[in-house]
């Protein structure tokens, strides 16, 4: 017992003369090994000063909100290859350069050449109808398709017990646009067969030509929409469009004329209008009386105008390795210039995702400056269009400028500058995050090992709180299936998507600098930057270990 306590003794004097125990000593040890791979990796590079700089430029008012396609967003284009070039990064584009073009091809309504004939009839163009989407020559009978829809969540779908086929469907809700009482959230299971757009749906059943009755919006804008028709017309990228997938030939009609149509009818027009807004819905569909008859002859105008993504390459050090990448993407387009509020009509879009754009700037720069190279090449890649559908990404994956299937991971960065604040009660920001935490989506959906890797890299760095709540192809959000890393799941690429929420200035002309965390998001960056590091040294390729979400599956 006396040998016991003597020892115990001794123990205790050791630990008073000698303090720095060797565990405090391994930690030093940590310490100083995390600073030196920190300055062997130029981290310290990533700055919230240096991404206030670049967002300022890239989300000012000079920029226009940065619309696909527009001169915005090709300044920005040329503003990022500028600073690429300067840091010395290898151009990924087409023919030696940063810029992968994109054509889009653009159809614009010619009213003066567009005639619409109902019984003998003819329609003033601008005044009591507006070309929207198509052209060419239809006529036929006339059905009335509810919304136009088919979401099979909701139990909706517009030609149920309806022979559409060679007929004119008359649909109740604004073009292009999600019908009254449908999200985004609830377009779950696959597209074609689960949820089909109106100009989907019309097609599949055979319809030749839509008549849109707009809500009230709609009519409250009308003048705006008619410049909008005659000045912007609808664009697509060109190689997407086929003759299957072309618009049909498409007009939006006034009250007046919705009522010329269903005079006779029942439900009538204004019943049916005024069935849109009641908890009971809109009626079921049914053909109009088989004596009306409508044609439309519609003109327009078609034009090529290019666009671009852009792309760079950070070469790796290792003489294997090096031909794989990982890849890190953002889009740099956001909305352009909308319907003022408040006298603003310029949407800057620096959350969305000026945020992002500025985050693979600040990372390239911290590339370029850091003493040593990633094992793995990086590949960075700003996406155009994705506010229009995901364009960049999707032409990137489709018609890639490095072997897609040497691409071991992609990042994606979309949102991560606005935080919410202490106190806030905005029903508007309920899902924002935090000034230390950041929604992380895809990380384990379809590899463990990158998820894995990732929280390790969290955990041992900053320790940010990952929020992973929408981490799941059922959530009703949708999020997983609305930002670019989408198409590179798509393709059997391992994905982790970073994202601080939606947020009261999402797609509103608030959505501006001053209001960035700026703090956040040096911390998310370097985070990303850190996660990017690492898999650039795994020995191996993250194992694509989970079986893609049905919905993408065969895609």
Known sequence: MRRILTAIVLTSLLVVAFPASYAQKKADKGKKTAAATTAQRGTDNITAAAMRDYLSFIASDEMEGRDTPSRGLDTTAKFIAMNLTRWGFKPAGDNGTFLQRIDLRRDRADSGQSKVDYNGRALNSGAEYLPVAGSGSVSGQLVYAGNGWLVKSKNIDAYKGVDANGKIAVVFGPPNQFARGITRADLSGK??????????YARKVGVVGIIYVPDFNYLANWERNRQRIMERGSTVVARFQTQSSAPLPSIVVTPEWANALFQGEQPTATAIFNSWFSDAGLPPPFALNQSKKLSMNLASRTETIPTQNVVAVWEGSDPVLKNEYVALGAHYDHVGIGLPINGDAIYNGADDDGSGTTALLDMAEALAKAPTRPKRSVLFVWHCGEEKGLWGSRYFTEYPTIPLNQVVAQLNIDMIGRSKKEGDTN?????????????????????????????????????????????????????FYRSDHFNYARKGIPIIFFFDGEHEDYHQPGDSPDKIDYDKMEKITRTVYTMLWEVAALPARPKVDKPLPAQLSGN
């Open 427 to 479: 029903n508007r920001n309920r899902s924002l995050t935090g000034p230390n935490d950041v929604y992380v989506i895809g990380s384990t959906m379809m590899s463990t090992e990158l998820g894995e890797l990732l929280d390790s890299v969290n955990k041992s760095y900053l320790n940010l709180g990952f929020d992973k709540k929408y981490d799941d192809p059922a959530d009703p959000n949708r999020f």
């Open 191 to 200: 597209q074609g067969e689960d949820w089909m757009s109106p100009t989907d």
